[in-house]
């Protein structure tokens, strides 16, 4: 079984950068899909970014251009880089897993979740 466990939340002023991490735990992450969502108070929990196991990344329309998403398989650790952050980035981010080949969207095909890191941007 996986877990994850997410860092690098903070408040950060509109037009600045974070960098989220999510460590696993694990013999199989290499082979894992990661994918980081997030959700704003009273809003449903949305997609944000996900990267194969081979390296294939898709993302949101509305991080586009501005987040990153890698992983190091040696350190069992995805990065979500997000620049340019605007006051609609608030939320909690939460890192997910799923072992398929294929990029999903879905948090349902994701079966293992971290806690979440708190992301406030100010205006």
């Known amino acids: 079984q996986v877990q994850l466990v997410e860092s690098g939340g903070g408040l950060v002023q509109a037009g600045g950068s974070l960098r989220l991490s999510c460590a696993a735990s694990?013999?199989?992450?290499?082979?894992?899909?990661l994918g980081w969502f997030r959700q704003a108070p009273g809003k449903e929990r949305e997609f944000v970014a996900t990267i194969s196991w081979s390296g294939s990344t898709y993302y949101a329309d509305s991080v586009k251009g501005r987040f990153t998403i890698s992983r190091d398989n040696a350190k069992n650790t995805v990065f979500l880089q997000m620049n340019s952050l605007k006051p609609e980035d608030t939320a909690v981010y939460y890192c997910?897993?799923?072992?398929?080949?294929?990029?999903?969207?879905?948090?349902?095909?994701?079966?293992?979740w971290g806690q979440g890191t708190q992301v406030t941007v100010s205006s």
């Open positions: 997910a897993a799923h072992s398929s080949s294929w990029l999903s969207h879905y948090s349902n095909d994701y079966y293992t």
């Open positions: 694990g013999r199989t992450f290499s082979l894992l899909s």
